[in-house]
Antibody, heavy 116, light 111 residues
Framework: QVQLQQPGAELVRPGASVKLSCKAS????????MNWVKQRPGQGLEWIGM????????RLNQKFKDKATLTVDKSSSTAYMQLSSPTSEDSAVYYC?????????WGQGTTLTVSS | DIVLTQSPASLAVSLGQRATISCRAS??????????MHWYQQKPGQPPKLLIY???NLESGIPARFSGSGSRTDFTLTINPVEADDVATYYC?????????FGGGTKLEIK
């Protein structure tokens, strides 16, 4: 079955970059866009951007253009999102989601805590 | 950016009754004969789950109690009849235009 595996939690110090991972299995990883979504505690959903694993074409929400970098490793079917210079505003749950029709499959999310 | 306005922000419905959630887009989300509007259910501590894609298509494994309708700028998610397991927050989302955007959410409770 389709699975998107994400680490449950990450802790990062303010200003140090962090790279979140999303390992896909159970479907053709290179066939569908992989999306990243942010959710702050008690808040709604915010689309960060997406990457197509076949050629690494990327579309970023301009709000995150200086914050997020999306990459993939086709050999391990893993998508990554690097967040630069994190602040407390970046503390949130980050989901990866593959898009076939809508966002059909979601990871369980990584809770990122930015704290010294 | 396309702004999605959901209403109501919360609603309480009796078991067995109908729940209706509205999503209005600031501009049309239709292209190539399709409405790129989707609906998700999110329960606390869980990722969102796709219920309806392209306005009216029921995702595999989702009960037929859920249905979607609408086009261009006005969309509706209906749950009929409501069951206890439907307590959750519901989001609409458009994928017609980058950046993709979500509505603010509607919290469903049982009366």
């Amino acid at each position: 079955q389709v699975q998107l595996q994400q680490p449950g939690a990450e802790l990062v110090r303010p200003g140090a970059s962090v790279k979140l991972s999303c390992k896909a299995s159970g479907y053709s990883f290179t066939s569908y866009w992989m999306n990243w979504v942010k959710q702050r505690p008690g808040q709604g959903l915010e689309w960060i951007g997406m990457i197509h694993p076949s050629d690494s074409e990327t579309r970023l929400n301009q709000k995150f253009k200086d914050k997020a970098t999306l990459t993939v490793d086709k050999s391990s079917s893993t998508a990554y999102m690097q967040l630069s210079s994190p602040t407390s505003e970046d503390s949130a749950v980050y989901y990866c989601a593959s898009m076939i029709t809508g966002f059909d499959y979601w990871g369980q999310g990584t809770t990122l805590t930015v704290s010294s | 950016d396309i702004v999605l306005t959901q209403s109501p922000a919360s609603l309480a419905v009796s078991l067995g009754q109908r729940a209706t959630i509205s999503c209005r887009a600031s501009e049309s989300v239709d292209s190539y004969g399709n409405s790129f509007m989707h609906w998700y259910q999110q329960k606390p501590g869980q990722p969102p789950k796709l219920l309806i894609y392209r306005a009216s298509n029921l995702e595999s494994g989702i009960p037929a109690r859920f249905s979607g309708s609408g086009s261009r700028t006005d969309f509706t998610l209906t749950i009929n009849p409501v069951e206890a397991d439907d307590v959750a927050t519901y989001y609409c989302q458009q994928s017609n235009e980058d950046p993709y955007t979500f509505g603010g959410g509607t919290k469903l409770e049982i009366k």
